[in-house]
Nanobody, 126 residues
Framework: QGQLVESGGGLVQAGGSLRLSCIASGRTFSSKSMAWFRQAPGKEREFVAG????????SYADSVKGRFNISRDSAKNTVDLQMDRLKLEDTAVYYCAAVSDGQNWYSIRPVDYGYWGQGTQVTVSS
């Protein structure tokens, strides 16, 4: 069993920054690819950023590339998402996730992830 808990969400003005953190407990996730997803009201949950088990490979949605940075500290069992130059369209609930047991790589499909946090709200105001 394992749990993921996000923190760091809040209200920020457009152009500002937030840093989201995801801390795992109950087990180590150091061998799992992980990702951040987000979901805005009335929209599908969408992939934001992914990171390999080693932290050496990352990928980003085109909408956030160059503005967001995903990182991890396997020893601390944490995954962070640094969000800079936030835009109104970044408003969403942000979730961290780890791939299902037995899967070796991250994907953009939520169905491939077996572990999810409860989400943290990010609201960007004008």
């Amino acid at each position: 069993q394992g749990q993921l808990v996000e923190s760091g969400g809040g209200l920020v003005q457009a152009g500002g920054s937030l840093r989201l953190s995801c801390i795992a407990s109950g087990r180590t996730f150091s061998s799992k690819s992980m990702a951040w997803f987000r979901q805005a009201p009335g929209k599908e949950r969408e992939f934001v950023a992914g990171i390999s088990w080693s932290g050496q490979t990352t990928s980003y949605a085109d909408s956030v590339k160059g503005r967001f940075n995903i990182s991890r500290d396997s020893a601390k069992n944490t995954v962070d998402l640094q969000m800079d130059r936030l835009k109104l369209e970044d408003t969403a609930v942000y979730y961290c996730a780890a791939v299902s047991d037995g899967q070796n790589w991250y994907s953009i499909r939520p169905v491939d992830y077996g572990y999810w946090g409860q989400g943290t709200q990010v609201t960007v105001s004008s």
